[in-house]
């Protein structure tokens, strides 16, 4: 099942860009034995598209069709990582291609969008900064490839 990354705005060079890259590399590699990955990071371009409609349709146009939906939002829901480790496993194992993660822009998700999701996820009731907000995502999905391996770096 392939893994997507898609975010509204542009993360540019930097700490976070680092991480991002790292996470995303090692969620990658350590993900295709298990049928997970790779993972693909799609950046919407803030400047190209105006408003929550037009970010969540470029949002949606990012994605291959028939993906799994979970859109990140403060409103969300707040899981753990061994539970995220056993939707991702849960999806892979009944077929699905494309599992996709969105994060929107700065004045939230369109409703539609959220309503149209498989999930509506949130990393607590704390607002995060897009930029930090996609490095813990990437860094969950990692986490959650790592679950599923039996490897050390997550401990309970």
Known sequence: MRLHLCAVGRLRGGP???????????ASRSGRPLGLGPVTEHQIDERKVSGAQAEASALTRALPEGTRLVVMDERGRTIDSPALAALLSSWRDNGTQDAGFVIGGADGTDPDLRARADLVLSFGPMVWPHMLARVMLAEQLYRAVTILSGGPYHRQ
Do not use: C, H, K, N
């Not at 860009?17 to 790292?22: C, K, M, Y």
């Open 16 to 26: 976070e860009r680092v991480l991002v890259d790292d996470y995303v590399t090692r």
